[in-house]
C-alpha cells in the first residue's frame, strides 16, 4: 500500500463504538475507507431501533470524512438467521444466531457486497486477530480475554480472512474507549449492544410464539414423575432454570434445571442434581476447520459455550464434517444446536454444531 495506491477498505459500521474506532484506526494508516451500514429484516412486533443506529454510523462517517454507504442484507438474515434460528427451535434444538449471523450476513453478504464495488479488504469492529505468515492466515483470539469473538467466527476460512482486517483485535475493550474519547466520537461511551445479533436485546420464548405453535406441558423429574408444567418443550434450552413451575417447591428446595427435553411428549426433564448430566463424548457436526492441519488425536482446547474457560480434549473419530470430541473432564449444559470451538497455543482452529 502506497499513498498514491492506497487499499479499499469498506468497514461494517454498527453505530457503535467498536466499529467507530475500527474506521478511525483505518484511515489513519492510510487505507482508502468507506462505512457501511449492514440493513437486515426486522420483525415489525419489535421496537425499531435500525435507524438511530444507522444515524450514528453516519455521524461518525461525517466526522472521519469518509463516505458511507447501505448495504441491503434482509434477505440473507432472514434466511440465514432467522428462519434457521425458528426451523431449529422447532427441532427441539437451541442454535446459536451470532454463528449464522456472521457466516451469512457479515462475512458472506457484506463481503460480496464490498468486493463488487472494488474493495480489496472488509473489516469489522470484531474482537479477533488476522495474522498472516507463512502463506497462511492464522485466526487467533483478541488481546482482551473478555471481549474475544472467535467463539462466534469459527465458520470463517482463508479466503474470507485473505480480504478481512480486524482493526481493533490488538486493543483491550478500555483501549477503544480511549481512543472514540480522545477523537471526541459521539460513541465513546455508547453501551455495547446485547442480545440477538442486529437485533438487541428480545425475551426468545416470546419471539419465538409468534413462529411457532406451542402448548403448555409436563415437566418431570428423573423418575418421569410430574411435578410442573411449562410452556411449550422447544422454548427450552438444556440447563435453562427459569420459565418453568414446579408445583410444591418448598424454600429448602435447590434449583431445578432442564436436563433434557422429548419434542414427541412436549414434555422437559428437570434435576437439582446438575453434576450427574454432564458430558465427555460430544458428537458435532457442520464442522468447519479455517486452516489445515492434523489435529486429530492430538491434544487440543475448546469451549462449548462463549466465555467459558477453555477444556482439553482430543478429536477422537472425523468423518467428512462430522466428528467426535472426547474431553478430558466432564461438560454440562450440552446444548444440540449450540457450538464447540477449537483453540490452539491462543489461534482458533474452527468447530461445529452439537448434534
Not at 427441532?91 to 450476513?105: A, E, F, I, L
Not at 410442573?228 to 408445583?247: A, D, M, P, Q, V
Not at 457442520?286 to 482446547?301: G, K, M, P, Q
Request: proline content about 3%; charged content about 30%.
Amino acid at each position: 500500500m502506497t499513498k498514491n495506491n492506497p487499499k479499499k477498505v469498506f468497514i461494517g459500521m454498527s453505530g457503535g463504538v467498536d466499529s467507530s474506532v475500527s474506521a478511525l484506526l483505518l484511515k489513519e494508516a492510510g487505507f482508502d475507507v468507506t462505512g457501511v451500514f449492514i440493513k437486515v429484516w426486522h420483525p415489525d412486533f419489535i421496537p425499531c431501533n435500525w435507524r438511530a443506529e444507522m444515524q450514528d454510523a453516519m455521524r461518525i462517517c461525517a466526522k472521519l470524512e469518509i463516505p458511507f454507504l447501505t448495504c441491503d442484507s434482509e434477505k440473507e438474515y432472514k434466511e440465514g438467521v432467522i428462519d434457521y434460528m425458528i426451523s431449529e427451535y422447532e427441532k427441539g434444538n437451541t442454535p446459536n444466531p451470532d454463528v449464522m449471523c456472521n457466516k451469512y450476513v457479515k462475512f458472506d453478504s457484506f463481503l460480496k457486497f464490498a468486493l463488487e464495488k472494488g474493495a480489496d479488504f472488509i473489516a469489522t469492529g470484531h474482537y479477533a486477530q488476522n495474522i498472516e505468515k507463512d502463506n497462511h492466515f492464522y485466526f487467533s483470539e483478541s488481546k482482551d480475554k473478555e471481549k474475544d469473538q472467535t467463539y462466534f467466527l469459527w465458520n470463517i476460512n482463508q479466503e474470507i480472512l485473505s480480504h478481512t482486517l480486524f482493526p481493533i483485535g490488538h486493543l483491550e475493550k478500555k483501549e477503544v474507549r480511549y481512543i472514540a474519547e480522545k477523537n471526541n466520537l459521539i460513541t465513546a461511551d455508547k453501551k455495547d449492544s446485547q442480545g440477538l445479533c442486529f437485533i438487541g436485546n428480545i425475551n426468545m420464548k416470546e419471539f419465538l410464539k409468534n413462529y411457532i405453535e406451542t402448548v403448555p406441558g409436563d415437566v418431570l423429574d428423573e423418575q418421569n414423575e410430574v411435578i410442573g408444567k411449562h410452556e411449550g418443550s422447544i422454548l427450552y434450552t438444556i440447563g435453562e432454570r427459569h420459565g418453568f413451575e414446579i408445583f410444591e417447591k418448598t424454600d429448602s428446595d435447590l434449583p431445578y434445571f432442564v436436563i433434557s427435553k422429548n419434542k414427541e411428549n412436549n414434555s422437559i426433564t428437570v434435576s437439582n442434581n446438575k453434576k450427574d448430566f454432564s458430558k465427555k463424548k460430544v458428537i458435532l457436526i457442520d464442522v468447519n476447520f479455517i486452516r489445515e492441519a492434523n489435529i486429530l488425536n492430538t491434544e487440543i482446547t475448546a469451549r462449548t459455550r462463549y466465555r467459558q474457560k477453555l477444556e482439553n480434549c482430543k478429536i477422537i473419530n472425523q468423518d467428512n464434517k462430522n466428528l467426535t470430541v472426547l474431553f478430558n473432564n466432564s461438560q454440562k449444559d450440552i446444548t444440540s444446536g449450540q457450538s464447540v470451538v477449537f483453540y490452539k497455543d491462543r489461534e482458533c482452529l474452527g468447530g461445529g454444531v452439537i448434534s
